[in-house]
DNA sequence: TATATAGTTCAAAAATATTTGAACTATATA
DNA sequence: TATATAGTTCAAATATTTTTGAACTATATA
């Protein structure tokens, strides 16, 4: 049994961060794929451009609800599924 | 084993909700008494103002978090942990 | 070297969300 | 009946979030 803190700064990222429906599909892009992703696939998959792909990754990567890993040109992001379940599956435990 | 089904639409308002600090603690509020509580008594722990009360019940409401007794002028509102329930602690299945 | 590709940054514009106070409805009580 | 209480509604002001395109950095490739 881990203990958890959390501030409730952080998890206002977290909902904040999945409170847009672009993020929450690429939530849910990722979660199907289940391994790394660039950033370049996953706005054409969204049908977004670049900029606004740019942004989004931020916010989720600010929330600690992705992680990022820079490969020369690319960066290829995954889900951190700790994070989702700080926040989300463990909610009750841990407000 | 119960099959649940939510659009994304839904998700995304209970996230919008829980995405606001007075919102987050009027949840937790309510779930460390764990029964009914009038708006007022609400408003008043959080020291907020009936307006602004109002709106954030509102929101809460319309995310289907809290559900709502109206007893002549007062109103009394209680969480709806299913709701948590389906978007939170079970994300990944209905995702 | 020249050109293409992946992604970032910036500032302006547009869209949404939140706060505020005044006026309101409905119910309770002196 | 007069007054107080609980909560709502409205519109204006403010704050925050999201979108957009142009200019940019860094790396790859012809």
Redesign the pocket.
């Known amino acids: 049994m881990i203990k958890q803190t959390q501030t409730t700064e952080e998890s206002i990222k977290v909902f904040?961060a999945l409170?847009?429906p672009?993020?929450l599909e690429i939530v849910k892009y990722l979660s199907q794929l289940d391994h790394e992703v660039?950033?370049?696939?996953i706005?054409q998959a969204m049908q977004?451009?670049?900029?606004?792909?740019?942004?989004?990754?931020?916010?989720l990567q600010e929330a600690g609800l992705i992680s990022?890993r820079k490969?020369?040109?690319?960066?290829?992001v995954i889900l951190d599924r700790s994070t989702f379940d700080r926040h989300l599956t463990h909610f009750w435990q841990n407000l």
């Open positions: 904040k409170a847009d672009i993020r660039s950033c370049g696939e706005s977004i451009s670049k900029t606004s792909g740019s942004y989004h990754f931020k916010i990022v490969v020369a040109r690319e960066k290829y």
